[in-house]
């Protein structure tokens, strides 16, 4: 083996202790010592497979392999009969287990192992030749394409040891389940190459630049901080988006913005970070999944701004082509879709509302002041054009005007209005959630009338009519603070058959045999799962609850805050990562706005 490749042993030997752990400070070194024992010219690969990925998210490069051809593969790999590695599956729910059980299992006469003769004989697996198969297996298209993935992954595993089968196979099933965070990862390396966490804000703040944490691994490793800290924003590879903070109160907003604020509409579609070179432009959602191929007409209205390179940031809103009335988001959730993208682009058309500008024709725009950069984008949008647009926006300086403003935009279909600060400092904080810009929704004053985004973390056994799924999902709001999600509800109200029939499939990837590292919780759930899934939940109110870990103690002694009759509004936040979910801080200023309305009544 190359000096410049390292055993896939290696790696296994390293899950096996991050997956044994859940105490991120325990991860965090492991990682160390991994990064710190890779060859350089192989690290960025070692960090995609770590992260259950070959490329970075915004690239599209899918590995998940369906559970049938995966089992499949392991018939062939190990010469047992199709139906018994089916039946050892439902027993074992795993197909790595399954197949590092076969593989440890006395040699069979038959499959791709018979040809190989004694354990002895097998090569070493190596990482480079690991991944090399599995970019063969994600690349497979068209006809015939089924067949070479079973193939590639079965002589994959023909010279696997049991332990790497376990490992390759949860790999290209999705189910790596290493509970690692990117964070977590942007630390190990910051330690792993400068030898402390004190360069880690370097290393994350070109993360947020160049969202691909194997190419970061290799410049840092190569290179160094310096050309870290050289890293630019490149038209085509999107940004980390900027956040939002969220208030109820008009002056309460006027006050943290400094009496002063540009409001905007907040429509209610799905945010867009579009990117033009010449000719080409990319569509990039809020997760920065690749989303040009669901928006053939929204890549036509980008590419006529003026400008030769842009990348901007929008809403692409549904409207009704009759009335031009303003779409809510589930109708535009018709347009994510594989096939008939012309039909559905027919049935549900579009526009675009831009909000924001970051680069421009070679020039990063994230230090300009907002209002520099509002006119800049002003200045590229196309006059007189239906299709893109500039978002509707008034500088408001009252607490009156902001809630005629508010009230206006509810009316027009929005959710709300976004209230950005116009300082000199209203740079664009990428990645970060910040008191720059502030989301007002609709009012929750009286009672929580606003939804919120929660994340799954756990799960219980239903009984009754609801044996064999979940009865209830424990959710979780998120805290930046600690990079963790805190408990804030137990729902189990608002799903329909469909759904609850749906739920084990759709959250089998993520189940996990313990609690999440990142998981902060005062309950036992029956099942827990990696912080991944999204869920809007609307409930009557926000309480007090000792049961609950959200800004625990933080209120009041020895309580948390919880979601009182939490009900699941049927809308599935695909769109979301889990750290863009609602936050602990926002669900505090919720319960101090209702708060506040109750002892005034």
Partial sequence: MSQSDLPYSVLVEFYEKIESTSSRLAMTDYLVALFKKTPVEVLDKVVYLTQGQLRPDYEGVELGVAEKLTLRAISKATGVPLKTVEELYKKVGDPGLVAEQLLSRPKQATGLLGFIGQEGLKHELTISQVYSSLMKIALATGEGSQDTKVNTLAGLLSDAKPKEARYIVRTVTGRLRLGIADMTILDALAVAFTGSKAAREVVERAYTKRPDLGFIAKELASNGLEAIKAIKIEVGVPVLPMLAE?????????????????????????????????????????????????????????????????????????????????????ELMHRRRKYD?????????????????????????????????????????????????????????????????????????????MCK???????????????????????????????????????????GKRAGTYGALLMAAYDPQSDTFKTVCKVGTGFTDEDLANLPKLLEPYRIPHRHPRVVSRIEADVWFVPAVVLEIIGAEITLSPLHTCALGKVEPESGLAIRFPRFTGRYRFDKKPEQATTEAELMEMYKSQRKTALQQ
């Fill in 246 to 330: 969220r208030l109820s109160d008009p002056a309460e907003i006027l006050e943290k913005l400094g009496g002063q604020c540009l409001a905007e509409y907040k429509y209610d579609g799905e945010r867009v970070q579009a990117h033009k070179k010449d000719e080409r432009v990319w569509l990039f959602s809020r997760r920065l999944e690749n989303i040009t191929h669901h928006y053939p007409d929204v890549v036509n209205f980008v590419s006529m701004l003026k400008a030769e390179e842009a990348v901007v940031e929008g809403e692409i809103v549904a409207y009704n082509s009759d009335t031009g009335e303003m779409l809510p988001f589930q």
């Fill in 341 to 417: 993208v012309d039909k559905a682009m027919k049935e549900y058309p579009v526009r675009v509302y831009l909000f924001d500008i970051i680069y421009l024709d070679g020039q990063e725009l994230i230090e300009k002041p907002l209002p520099e950069r509002r006119k800049i984008l002003e200045s590229i949008v196309p006059a007189g054009s239906e299709d893109i647009l500039l978002s509707k926006a008034r500088l408001v300086d009252n607490a009156k005007d902001l809630l005629l403003f508010f009230e206006e935009a509810i009316s027009e279909g929005c959710e709300g209005v």
């Fill in 421 to 463: 600060s116009v300082s000199g400092q209203s740079v664009y904080q990428m990645g970060a959630r910040g008191w720059l810009w502030i989301k007002f929704k609709r009012d929750y004053r009286m009672e929580m009338t606003d939804t919120v985004d929660l994340v799954v973390v756990g799960a219980f056994h239903g009984r």
